[in-house]
């Protein structure tokens, strides 16, 4: 099922939304972008972000941005920051398809995972293919699942709602990007590697045949020196290619797709081909699905629009 071709991002401290249109089979054409500034007190800190501080007043300030919208805008897609929507990866015997019975079965594999109450979260859960080393196992399934804070993603739905936009998928941004990458990146059976690198943190995304097998999110401390954060990154790739040497041996590393601020390309692309052993590719319109701007202003850059764009690229079932 197609996605609506409008899509909003709520961060910390900035509220965006891009408008599209389908241009043939694959194609877009970006026709609307707006961003604003949030006040810094919108949200309350929180180890998966914090409630909305005062709910009344950010359904105001979004009311009046969806007003300005040309065209109105009814149904889209919500992207959040990685931090607010986290994921994991779970092998599992036979899991119910629905119901109270799955949620129980997902909570109870979540919370061996987690340091906190799961209680408090909302969780999703979709099959994904098995590694090899899961055969003969008595888990064969394996599941993606993803979880955030009830209580800030209710809210941010009651205020969309409260605009007269309804919200039908949330998505984070490290699981929305490679949705705008081509699909001929890599030959089928291939590993895609895509990174995107924030300021503060970054994603892993490592996928076959379209389908995620391992993404990681890891956020800096504030104020982390560059050399140690070159220390953290360098081991946690060194776990990253461990756990795909030992869990997907046949599978090969064909292309790594780096989305990173310019003053880290450098940096990334180093510890990418150094790690992994392939060099890093900068993103560029070569990876992309064609996309086309209607805009008489700038285009927004990539590390803006890129997950904007594959949120609303991506097809849902």
Same mark, same amino acid.
């Given at each position: 099922?197609?996605?609506?071709?409008?899509?909003?991002?709520?961060?910390?401290?900035?509220?965006?939304?891009?408008?599209?249109?389908?241009?043939?089979?694959?194609?877009?054409?970006?026709?609307?972008?707006?961003?604003?500034? $949030?006040?810094? !007190?919108?949200?309350? *800190? @929180?180890? =998966?972000?914090?409630?909305? /501080?005062?709910?009344?007043?950010?359904?105001?300030?979004?009311?009046?941005?969806?007003?300005?919208?040309?065209?109105?805008?009814?149904?889209?897609?919500?992207?959040?920051?990685?931090?607010?929507?986290?994921?994991?990866?779970?092998?599992?015997?036979?899991?119910?398809?629905?119901?109270?019975?799955?949620?129980?079965?997902l909570r109870w594999k979540l919370k061996r995972l987690l340091p906190f109450r799961v209680d408090d979260l909302r969780l999703q859960g979709t099959s994904v293919a098995?590694?090899?080393?899961?055969?003969?196992?008595?888990?064969p399934n394996r599941l993606l699942l993803g979880f955030g804070l009830e209580l800030l993603l209710h809210q941010l739905e009651d205020a969309f709602t409260a605009a007269g936009v309804r919200i039908g998928r949330i998505i984070n941004q490290g699981l929305a990007a490679p949705g705008? $990458?081509?699909? !001929?990146?890599?030959? *089928? @059976?291939? =590993?895609?590697?895509?990174? /995107?690198?924030?300021?503060?943190?970054?994603?892993?995304?490592?996928?076959?045949?379209?389908?995620?097998?391992?993404?990681?999110?890891k956020a800096f401390s504030e104020g982390l020196p560059d050399e140690a954060r070159g220390s953290f990154v360098g081991r946690d790739l060194l776990l990253t290619k461990s756990f795909l040497d030992e869990n997907l041996p046949a599978a090969r590393l064909a292309r790594v797709v780096l989305s990173a601020p310019t003053e880290w390309t450098t940096a990334w692309s180093h510890w990418l081909a150094d790690t992994l052993g392939q060099p890093a590719e900068l993103l560029g319109t070569e990876h992309l699905?064609?996309?086309?701007?209607?805009?008489?202003?700038?285009?927004?850059?990539?590390?803006?629009?890129?997950?904007?764009?594959?949120?609303?690229?991506?097809?849902?079932s």
């Open positions: 099922m197609a996605v609506p071709p409008h899509a909003f991002a709520v961060e910390e401290r900035r509220l965006t939304y891009a408008g599209f249109a389908r241009d043939g089979r694959n194609g877009f054409t970006l026709r609307e972008f707006r961003s604003v500034e $949030l006040p810094p !007190d919108t949200f309350l *800190p @929180g180890f =998966l972000g914090g409630p909305i /501080h005062e709910p009344r007043a950010f359904e105001e300030r979004l009311a009046a941005f969806v007003a300005e919208l040309p065209g109105g805008v009814k149904e889209a897609t919500l992207i959040v920051p990685d931090a607010w929507l986290r994921t994991a990866f779970v092998e599992a015997g036979e899991v119910p398809r629905s119901g109270d019975t799955r949620d129980d079965v098995p590694l090899p080393s899961q055969a003969g196992t008595n888990e705008a $990458l081509r699909e !001929d990146l890599v030959a *089928p @059976g291939e =590993l895609l590697a895509f990174a /995107h690198v924030a300021d503060d943190s970054y994603t892993l995304l490592f996928v076959i045949d379209g389908t995620p097998v391992l993404h990681r999110f699905l064609p996309l086309r701007s209607a805009l008489t202003r700038p285009v927004p850059p990539w590390s803006t629009l890129l997950p904007l764009a594959g949120a609303v690229a991506q097809e849902v």
